[in-house]
Nanobody, 116 residues
Framework: QVQLVESGGVLVQPGGSLRLSCAAS????????MSWYRQAPGKERELVAT????????HYADSVKGRFTISRDNAKNTVYLQMNSLKPEDTAVYYC?????????WGQGTQVTVSS
């Protein structure tokens, strides 16, 4: 079965950096576009970044452009989200996502808290 397992979320100070990882299994990862979403308390889940199956194409939400970088290692079935210059408004649960013909698969999420 499809499994997405996120890790790397911690408490970090404003201006700090963090790298999230998502380990995938149960499908052909190298053929799958992948995404990171986040959900802050009291807000709807929002798309943060997307990467094509090859890694050549990426897309970012305006709020994270220039600060976050999505990447992947198809040999390790893992997608990453490098987050720099973190702000308190980046505080959220971050989720890994694979969308297959209208079906969404999600991980359990990893909490990122940006606070001094």
């Amino acid at each position: 079965q499809v499994q997405l397992v996120e890790s790397g979320g911690v408490l970090v100070q404003p201006g700090g950096s963090l790298r999230l990882s998502c380990a995938a299994s149960g499908f052909t990862f190298s053929s799958a576009g992948m995404s990171w979403y986040r959900q802050a308390p009291g807000k709807e889940r929002e798309l943060v970044a997307t990467i094509s199956n090859s890694g050549r194409m990426t897309h970012y939400a305006d709020s994270v452009k220039g600060r976050f970088t999505i990447s992947r290692d198809n040999a390790k079935n893992t997608v990453y989200l490098q987050m720099n210059s973190l702000k308190p408004e980046d505080t959220a649960v971050y989720y890994c996502n694979w969308r297959r013909i209208g079906l969404d698969y999600w991980g359990q999420g990893t909490q990122v808290t940006v606070s001094s």
